[in-house]
């Protein structure tokens, strides 16, 4: 609680992380792998955990399952947040 009792304002970065927790992401790392699983969480150093994970190991394998993986930020050269074309309408 802040002063007098009341609940400190969330920062808009920590309100728009909080908003795709749960979400499927898609991460690249500088090696070229591309991870796509559901944001469970993000330290304050910006590691993330990944839930469901797949990686994907190109056209001509099935993409591998990883379960629970941990992505350090300087594994991390994009992140995305992966939109069904269902989820639009």
Do not use: F, H
């Amino acid at each position: 609680m802040g002063e007098g009792g009341q609940q400190p304002r969330e920062s808009k970065a920590l309100s728009q992380l909080r908003s795709i927790l749960n979400r499927t992401v898609r991460v690249t790392t500088p090696q070229g792998r591309t991870l796509t699983g559901e944001l469970q969480c993000m330290d304050k150093q910006g590691n993330l955990v990944l839930g469901n994970v797949q990686e994907d190991l190109g056209a001509k394998t099935e993409p591998r399952r990883m379960g629970i993986v941990l992505v350090p930020l300087s594994q991390q050269k994009s992140v995305e947040l992966q939109v069904c074309e269902q989820c639009r309408k």
